[in-house]
């Protein structure tokens, strides 16, 4: 497993190597070794006959041939809303040419460009490259809020490239855009190098603690994969990464500080405190990051340990904290199910411990939005199963807008009860029973491979992955239930219930209200913002305004604690039921 | 001379080696090597058979025994004004004991120091060292214009010290700080050390053209004593040197530009344009200062090439730029005799290459006022002559003060014409004649050892010496004379005469009124000043404050160029008349 990740194979490895969620099995070729105690456990006897073994129990002692699955692309999550915003970057770049100095005009040279351009203030790298310049020939000036930051020879004004990136506990999206034009040029998605050490934040963070140098290991991770992304952009698009001035990244509060090598450890425990949730403003230096050295980096604010500046990004895309009339909703499902609601008067904010059921882990069969993951799922009358693949490719997993349908159609067809217990067979017709088996002595409904005639490997949704759904989905229905009451609203009052990221993008909102995640009352307010957090990032690249209006939003935003709300406990485990 | 210079002895090569100036003399023990051509040249018969020869010529082959003149200390240099100012320096040292963090409070730790102290921002080193502390317990907290900037463990409120610098062509000076207190700790003054590539600006930064690696060569000699020299006073005053953390330097134009390692070339060159000229903030780091990491460096503003930070310091120490009234005017003789003229209205400032002859340079026996320098001259009715040297030590040369006492004495008594040829013998009465003697084919004074019996050694004032002291003194009365023009003024609209600078300080004003170097209208408005530009860097360093009063200056100080005003020439020449 460990050698898959560093080379940067599609592997996922949920449980961050502790054999458990049989995400990074792999096919052996050549001679097939005996199953492992954890091969045996995870994988089913069909899947240990045709070669395969978790690769995160297995030590290489001799060459070993391993047969992947097909590679996923990670597709979608970079798309979202068009950003439109007017061009005010945080940079300048100008080219001038200075008249030859004569006697009557002792203005010294840094006088004669800030003259020329308006400028204040010269950083004293730049001083020293303005000394060493030839000032007889045109040169173009780099500054930023008046002060010179860099001098570069000739004419160079059009090298003006920024980057918006959106960490996110799986998936890190990088965008290239031309700061002279706004133009998004490219987009690069990577898994987040870090889940090697485990799919949620929490194993990351604990790895960080149990290991001397799990803190830096984690930075680096992430710094390494930032910077393999700039230079394959850079590169297919034939730009210098000296060209790249300004970056602004936003990601959840415990990503933001593994990025920046800070402890997390009091955000992940009791009370869990941020050591910093303020806009951050770096050199690239102080973040090895490999952009222009004397760019910038910009960290959005974030709003606390579990509303972080992803959330922060998605409201700026949204406008959420000027919005008039109607107080608004966003939902961000992630790890987390991040929930925020208010308009310009005021928000408040809570975040739920959903769990990575939509992200795949913890499911049986689950998996990214990547090809062959099953994305839709209805059963027809009659009892024909119907479904999507991504991409159209032999089906894999199931993915979350996938899990969310299946789990739709289990309720509306009566397969499982309020409890979300599959019934039994003796209460099941005879059309119900043909999509039923068994996983580890527990019943299992058959998603994929019902039929005798269907190639296709078997996929199934075990009563255990059913739990696990309803503990996301009761997590989020109670969050959105007390912060109503929080606001004193009712959901009549509500405007727009805006769905953020990858997954909320491609979830079928009446799926979602099928299965009580969302109130009914608000199904058909639902409108998707796919990944809302980039685009945030991407409007706050283009136009520093963003600045102010990041700020106002860590103003406005109420954080609200749910682990000490008495009620909290009680609404969360009603909120269970189908 | 290199490994005398290297090794810090005191050693004054004012022709920066180039065997012209005699003043890298030393005594050879042992076997004497006969004379060189320059020795032979520049020092006297008497010297040579003593067993002097010049350092600088002379390649050491084999073990040599070098017998010094006594050490000289530098004194009197540092003393000025008293320093007198509101406390308000740039950063605050503040000591801090968070409040234990409870679950409804997510405030991050970040804001909850800003919310004790009332700052805004935070450096990433900061944030770091935040990160690292124990903030169970109490710690300090150093700022800077709201930004915190470090993080120290424990109560170090009282370690807080700055340094006020003032790098003379010459001389160094550096005070330390206390700014808790205000309280001026301990000085310490070094020969320049770029003076071993000449006495002058002009020849160091004809050095660092001509040599490859003569600029990072001019500029790690001067930070390399500054180091030593904060190390020294840390030492001695039992200080840790990350406790300093402000430096305020001046200097003039030059000096700074080869501070910074910033090429000086286009000041030395027509059309005498700096790089930079304004206000310079710098990390110690950008100059390998040895003082606190996070600390700040700031280099006063100059008005032109020739008007540096030091003249500006020395405005800023007698409010020159506040004063109302008459308007008033600050000479401050070094290298340069630099002339401002003005009050709070407007300043006109003009520098006249009056040369180094008052600091001991192109004087046969010229030198700095350092122990047994003839400081003060008289010669009485009847011919008794009167000499005071620093220290009372035993005669080695002259000082400045010293030089301009003797030529008014020639001037008053009739020994030189008006031209500044000494009168024919015939023309000498007998007293007279007793005084004169020869050196190098020419009349020469004999300053000291006129009598047999006398044993001191034989001090003489050359004809050479007189048309040095006249080129000088002819600048500064021109530049006097052109600004006072330039302004509309005549000698009565002048309020007082400020005389600043080491040789400012002990000049007689009578002496230079009698020789019209000063006019004899200003002589009984001149205030000696002292070392003001250490004054003002001192203020600078105490008081933020007087940031803006140095940006006043440089806005309301309009620079004359004397080498364009056609009448310049004129005046000079006819200035240079006893």
Redesign the interface.
């Known amino acids: 497993m460990n050698l898959l990740v560093e080379n940067g194979f599609d592997i996922n490895p949920f449980c961050g190597g502790r054999g458990v969620c049989g995400k990074c099995r792999v096919k052996i070729g050549g001679k097939l070794p005996g199953p492992s105690r954890s091969d045996s456990k995870i994988l089913s006897p069909k899947e240990l006959e045709d070669g395969y073994r978790l690769s995160c129990q297995r030590a290489i002692e001799e060459d070993l041939e391993v047969i992947l699955d097909e590679d996923g692309e990670i597709t979608g999550l970079a798309s979202g809303l068009k950003t439109d915003t007017k061009l005010f970057p945080r940079f300048k770049k100008e080219c001038i040419h200075l008249e030859k100095?004569?006697?009557?005009?002792?203005?010294?040279?840094?006088?004669r460009v800030h003259d020329e351009l308006g400028t204040k203030?010269?950083s004293?790298q730049a001083?020293?490259e303005?000394?060493?310049v030839n000032k007889k020939k045109p040169f173009t000036v780099i500054s930023k809020a008046g002060e010179i930051v860099g001098i570069e020879v000739g004419d160079t004004k059009e090298g003006f490239f920024g980057l918006a990136v959106d960490i996110g506990t799986t998936v890190v999206v990088i965008y290239l855009l031309n700061l002279k034009t706004g133009e998004e040029i490219d987009v690069k998605t990577i898994y987040n190098p870090q889940r090697r050490f485990g799919a949620d934040v929490i194993s990351r963070v604990n790895h960080s603690i149990q290991n001397k140098d799990g803190k830096n290991e984690l930075q680096k991770l992430l710094l390494d994969g930032l910077n393999s992304s700039i230079t394959d952009l850079c590169s297919k698009n034939g730009i210098d990464k000296d060209y790249i001035f300004s970056v602004v990244i936003v990601g959840n509060t415990i990503m933001l500080h593994t990025l920046?090598?800070?402890?997390a450890d009091?955000v992940a425990r009791?009370?869990?405190?941020?050591?910093?949730?303020?806009f951050?403003k770096?050199?690239p230096a102080?973040l090895d990051l490999e952009i222009n050295p004397q760019g910038e980096v910009q960290l959005l604010p974030s709003?606390?340990?579990y509303i972080g500046a992803d959330l922060v990004a998605d409201m700026l895309a949204v406008d959420f904290h000027s919005l008039k009339g109607a107080p608004n909703m966003l939902i961000d499902i992630g790890t987390n199910g991040e929930i925020v609601l208010g308009n310009k008067k005021g928000i408040v904010a809570c975040s739920t411990a959903a769990g990575p059921a939509f992200e795949g882990a913890n499911i049986a069969f689950g998996m990214a939005g990547t090809g062959g993951a099953v994305s839709e799922f209805s059963i027809e009358d009659g009892g024909n199963a119907q479904y999507k693949t991504i991409e159209n490719k032999p089906p894999r997993g199931i993915c979350g807008s996938g899990l969310l349908d299946i789990v739709a159609e289990l309720c509306r067809l009566n397969f499982i009860k309020p409890t979300g217990a599959f019934y039994p067979p003796e209460e099941m017709s005879d059309w119900q029973k043909s999509f039923m088996t068994e996983k580890n002595g527990a019943p299992a409904f058959r998603v994929v491979g019902r039929e005798e005639s269907d190639n296709d490997r078997e996929i199934v949704l075990a009563q255990k992955d059913i739990r696990e759904v309803q503990l996301a989905k009761g997590a989020i229905a109670a969050g959105i239930n007390i912060l109503l009451e929080e606001a004193g609203l009712n959901f009549a009052d509500i405007g727009t219930v805006f769905l953020a990221g990858g997954f909320g993008n491609y979830l079928n909102p009446k799926s979602a209200a099928a299965i009580k995640m969302i109130p009914s009352e608000l199904e058909e307010k639902v409108l998707r913002i796919g990944n809302a957090a980039g685009e945030g990032a991407k409007l706050s690249l283009l136009n520093q305004e963003f600045e102010k209006q990041a700020n106002k939003i860590k103003e406005i935003t109420r954080?609200v604690?749910l682990?000490?709300k008495p009620e909290f406990q009680e609404r969360f485990v009603s909120a269970m039921e189908f």
Chains 1, 2 share one sequence.
């Open positions: 100095p004569v006697l009557n005009d002792p203005r010294d040279f840094v006088r203030n010269i004293f001083l020293r303005l000394d060493l920046t090598g800070i402890n009091s009791i009370p869990y405190i941020p050591v910093f949730s303020d951050l770096l050199k102080e709003i606390s340990g954080y604690e682990s000490v």
